[in-house]
């Protein structure tokens, strides 16, 4: 039993989940037992596995990085003072975080970084917040701006930089890829009702064309998305009654389906083989393939 929100939540891949709790720490559920692995007051908004890691980033410019099947923990910090929303990476050990305005990436695990400024040449910046990687391309999304917001996408070989979708009046608050063929955006904001799930396809990139997934309901903003073995899931914020929805994604046919609720927002979602987690404001929900389910208050 928690009796604070958590932030962020991963799948590691192997079994276990890794949920972040709000001025507790890192927690490892596995087989339905829970064990705390790291203290850490700041709180961790982003949890990534990249290779055999767990990276994971928060307020003030806070990383942790995980080895040894998340047994050994180390803490650093970025050279900024932001609030640090996304962290991504691949399979061959490329990780992408970011300041405000800043990329970090890092081309051995985290062993050292580089600093690239993609808005270096705009006059007023976005702020980002949120990343996804592909072998060639740094997808970047914005914080809601009425010039530049949206999503960039940073040429990893030769530094170019596009805006293929402009946003005026949303953030774009999740990316991933699908199989390295399609796009899926997360997007929304604290007023109205412009939530959207998003995709495009990623192999032709001369003409970027996002088509939405239809949804029973509407949403302020869809808050992550997560994907495993070609499942996605979505989370979102809040509603009017105080609860938040979890969707299953089908991209192939422009689809949302509601599969659960958590109360208060639903900050981060992650899933594994048939079940998830999510990491809400006022309780963190597992469930499982059978419909177990953990309900962390």
């Given at each position: 039993?928690?009796?604070?929100?958590?932030?962020?939540?991963?799948?590691?891949?192997?079994?276990?989940?890794?949920?972040?709790?709000?001025?507790?720490?890192?927690?490892?559920?596995y087989n339905g037992q829970f064990k705390k692995v790291l203290t850490i007051g700041n709180r961790i908004l982003s949890l990534?596995?990249?290779?055999?890691?767990?990276?994971?980033?928060?307020?003030?410019?806070?990383?942790?990085?995980?080895?040894?099947?998340?047994?050994?923990?180390?803490?650093?910090?970025?050279?900024?003072?932001?609030?640090?929303?996304?962290?991504?990476?691949?399979?061959?050990?490329?990780?992408?975080?970011?300041?405000?305005?800043?990329?970090?990436?890092?081309?051995?695990?985290?062993?050292?970084?580089?600093?690239?400024?993609?808005?270096?040449?705009?006059?007023?910046?976005?702020?980002?917040?949120?990343?996804?990687?592909?072998?060639?391309?740094?997808?970047?999304?914005?914080?809601?701006?009425?010039?530049?917001?949206?999503?960039?996408?940073?040429?990893?070989?030769?530094?170019?930089?596009?805006?293929?979708?402009?946003?005026?009046?949303?953030?774009?608050?999740?990316?991933?890829?699908?199989?390295?063929?399609?796009?899926?955006?997360?997007?929304?904001?604290?007023?109205?009702?412009?939530?959207?799930?998003?995709?495009?396809?990623?192999?032709?990139?001369?003409?970027?064309?996002?088509?939405?997934?239809?949804?029973?309901?509407?949403?302020?903003?869809?808050?992550?998305?997560?994907?495993?073995?070609?499942?996605?899931?979505?989370?979102?914020?809040?509603?009017?009654?105080?609860?938040?929805?979890?969707?299953?994604?089908?991209?192939?046919?422009?689809?949302?389906?509601?599969?659960?609720?958590?109360?208060?927002?639903?900050?981060?979602?992650?899933?594994?083989?048939?079940?998830?987690?999510?990491?809400?404001?006022?309780?963190?929900?597992?469930?499982?393939?059978?419909?177990?389910?953990?309900?962390?208050?």
């Open positions: 039993m928690f009796h604070k929100g958590a932030t962020s939540v991963v799948y590691d891949g192997e079994g276990s989940y890794y949920l972040a709790v709000k001025g507790e720490g890192i927690y490892r559920f990534k596995k990249v290779g055999g890691n767990l990276f994971g980033v928060g307020d003030d410019g806070t990383m942790i990085k995980g080895t040894d099947s998340g047994e050994r923990w180390n803490l650093a910090h970025l050279p900024t003072k932001a609030r640090v929303w996304s962290i991504t990476g691949s399979d061959e050990n490329i990780v992408a975080t970011h300041g405000q305005h800043t990329i970090y990436l890092s081309e051995n695990a985290g062993a050292s970084w580089r600093t690239i400024k993609p808005f270096e040449n705009l006059k007023n910046k976005p702020t980002i917040r949120s990343l996804c990687i592909t072998s060639h391309f740094l997808f970047i999304g914005t914080q809601i701006h009425s010039l530049y917001g949206g999503i960039w996408m940073y040429s990893l070989k030769t530094g170019s930089l596009t805006h293929i979708n402009k946003e005026e009046k949303a953030m774009i608050s999740s990316l991933l890829t699908l199989n390295d063929s399609y796009l899926v955006v997360a997007k929304g904001s604290s007023k109205g009702r412009r939530g959207k799930i998003e995709y495009t396809p990623i192999l032709t990139m001369e003409r970027w064309v996002f088509k939405e997934c239809k949804s029973p309901g509407t949403e302020s903003c869809y808050l992550d998305l997560s994907e495993h073995n070609g499942e996605i899931y979505a989370s979102s914020t809040q509603n009017r009654q105080g609860f938040s929805n979890i969707y299953s994604v089908d991209v192939y046919n422009s689809a949302l389906h509601q599969c659960e609720t958590v109360k208060g927002h639903g900050f981060r979602v992650a899933n594994g083989e048939q079940d998830f987690m999510v990491a809400g404001l006022y309780e963190s929900k597992y469930v499982g393939c059978k419909k177990d389910m953990f309900v962390l208050h």
